[in-house]
């Protein structure tokens, strides 16, 4: 198993900028990417951005050009840059691990834009 811990949310204003952070422990080897998915109120989970091991990155249409993902090997945590934010990038994020099996996720971190 992985457990996935996220820090960072917070309320932010529309322009602003955010950085969250997710430390992975546990079977850690097992992993095979890690990423970023969000959930706003009513709406289905989406993804918001994946890396894989060899550090190839992935991004919704939707954020790209305003977010980066990146991931610290020795410190076995990813973070997610998040730049230039909107009102609608307002929802709960949830670090992901793929590994064999079903993935693991952390408990949620909550991102608001809001003037």
């Known amino acids: 198993q992985v457990q996935l811990v996220e820090s960072g949310g917070g309320l932010v204003q529309p322009g602003g900028s955010l950085r969250l952070s997710c430390a992975a422990s546990g079977s850690i080897r097992s992993v095979y990417a890690m990423g970023w998915y969000r959930q706003a109120p009513g709406k289905q989970r989406e993804l918001v951005a994946t890396?894989?091991?060899?550090?190839?990155?992935n991004y919704a249409d939707s954020v790209k050009g305003r977010f980066t993902i990146s991931r610290d090997n020795a410190k076995i945590t990813v973070y997610l840059q998040m730049n230039s934010l909107k009102p609608e990038d307002t929802a709960v994020y949830y670090c992901?691990?793929?590994?064999?099996?079903?993935?693991?996720w952390g408990q949620g971190t909550q991102v608001t834009v809001s003037s």
């Open positions: 992901n691990a793929r590994i064999p099996g079903p993935d693991s």
């Open positions: 890396i894989s091991n060899s550090g190839s990155a």
